[in-house]
T-cell receptor
Framework: DSGVTQTPKHLITATGQRVTLRCSPR?????VYWYQQSLDQGLQFLIQ???????AKGNILERFSAQQFPDLHSELNLSSLELGDSALYFC?????????????FGSGTQLSVL | GENVEQHPSTLSVQEGDSAVIKCTYS??????FPWYKQELGKGPQLIID?????GEKKDQRIAVTLNKTAKHFSLHITETQPEDSAVYFC????????????FGTGTQLKVEL
C-alpha cells in the first residue's frame, strides 16, 4: 500500500457528463500529481500541485481541471466527457530523499465513458 | 523533445531466467531514472532508481545500469519468479518542464513456470 488513496475505484458515466476524481496524498506529502493511463498513450502527465498551488502542467485538456485543497487532498474534474476520455487516472504524491523526488502512486480510478 | 523509448513491449521468460528491459531518453540533461512495476489493478510502484552520477545500482535480484553517453538505461531482473510478472515502466526526469517524470511505454513481463 502506497499510502495514496483514490476514490472512486471505478466510474461509469455517459458522454457529455462531468465527474470528479478524488485523491488523498500520503501523510506529510505536499505535492500531488495526476496521470492518465490509456492503452495507446501510456502514462501521461496531466498536472501537478504543490501545497495548494499549481506547479506544472502537462497534456491536460481544457475540459479537465484540478485543484488542491488546504488539507492537501486533490480533485480532478473532467467535464463534457468523450468516449476517448475512458482511461485509468492515477494520482501520486511525492517525497524527497537527499537528492530526488520520488513518486508514490494510488491504485487509480478506472473511468468508463459510454 | 521529451521522450523515453522502451523495449521490448512484451517479454516472456522461463522461471529462473534473467530478464532485461531497455530504455533510451532524449534529453542529455536528465539526471534521475526510476523504474516502476505495475501489477494488475494497482498503481505503479517504485522498485529501483538511479542517478546520473552512478553507473549501476543493485537491490537483491534487481539491478539498473545507466550509460549516460549513449543515453540509455536498463533494468535487469535475475532468477525471475512468477510474482515478477507485471508491467514495468522506465521513466526519466526532464528538467525543462519543472522536474516532470516522463514514462516509457511499458514492458509486459510474463514469467512462465
Amino acid at each position: 500500500d502506497s499510502g495514496v488513496t483514490q476514490t472512486p475505484k471505478h466510474l461509469i458515466t455517459a458522454t457529455g457528463q462531468r465527474v470528479t476524481l478524488r485523491c488523498s496524498p500520503r501523510s506529510g506529502d505536499l505535492s500531488v500529481y495526476w496521470y492518465q493511463q490509456s492503452l495507446d498513450q501510456g502514462l501521461q502527465f496531466l498536472i501537478q500541485y504543490y501545497n495548494g498551488e499549481e506547479r506544472a502542467k502537462g497534456n491536460i485538456l481544457e475540459r479537465f481541471s484540478a485543484q488542491q485543497f488546504p488539507d492537501l487532498h486533490s480533485e480532478l474534474n473532467l467535464s463534457s466527457l468523450e468516449l476517448g476520455d475512458s482511461a485509468l487516472y492515477f494520482c501520486a504524491s511525492s517525497a524527497w530523499d537527499s537528492e530526488n523526488e520520488k513518486l508514490f502512486f494510488g491504485s487509480g480510478t478506472q473511468l468508463s465513458v459510454l | 523533445g521529451e521522450n523515453v523509448e522502451q523495449h521490448p513491449s512484451t517479454l516472456s521468460v522461463q522461471e529462473g531466467d534473467s530478464a532485461v528491459i531497455k530504455c533510451t531518453y532524449s534529453d542529455s540533461a536528465s539526471n534521475y531514472f526510476p523504474w516502476y512495476k505495475q501489477e494488475l489493478g494497482k498503481g505503479p510502484q517504485l522498485i529501483i532508481d538511479i542517478r546520473s552520477n552512478v553507473g549501476e545500482k543493485k537491490d537483491q535480484r534487481i539491478a539498473v545500469t545507466l550509460n549516460k553517453t549513449a543515453k540509455h538505461f536498463s533494468l535487469h531482473i535475475t532468477e525471475t519468479q512468477p510474482e515478477d510478472s507485471a508491467v514495468y515502466f522506465c521513466a526519466a526526469i526532464f528538467t525543462g518542464g519543472g522536474n516532470k517524470l516522463t514514462f516509457g511505454t511499458g514492458t509486459q513481463l510474463k514469467v512462465e513456470l
